[in-house]
């Protein structure tokens, strides 16, 4: 069983920044993906973006520029820097892991707005 903590959510004003981190523990046996989704009220989950165990990195297409995901490995941490931060931005915001089934984080808001 993996458990992951989220940290870093809050209000923020539009142009803001903010750092979200998600750390797991528990029985790992190998992370291939850590990934950030966001879903907002009757909208399906969104992925937002993605890191392989090898590097490889993919973005959705609104916050490429904007958003940078990392990783430290020796933590089983996954990071992700949000800047120029917009109302449409607003969400709550899940950490994912694929090791290789799949697990969640109990999400953590984000809200940008003046």
């Known amino acids: 069983q993996v458990q992951l903590v989220e940290s870093g959510g809050g209000l923020v004003q539009p142009g803001g920044s903010l750092r979200l981190s998600c750390a797991a523990s528990?029985?790992?046996?190998?992370?291939?993906?850590m990934a950030w989704y966001r879903q907002t009220p009757g909208k399906p989950r969104e992925l937002v973006a993605s890191?392989?165990?090898?590097?490889?990195?993919n973005y959705t297409d609104s916050v490429k520029g904007r958003f940078t995901i990392s990783r430290d490995t020796a933590k089983n941490t996954v990071y992700l820097q949000m800047t120029s931060l917009n109302p449409e931005d607003t969400a709550v915001y899940y950490c994912?892991?694929?090791?290789?089934?799949?697990?969640w984080g109990q999400g953590t808001q984000v809200t940008v707005s003046s």
């Open positions: 994912n892991v694929r090791a290789p089934s799949w697990y």
């Open positions: 890191i392989t165990s090898g590097g490889t990195i």
């Open positions: 528990g029985v790992i046996r190998s992370i291939y993906v």
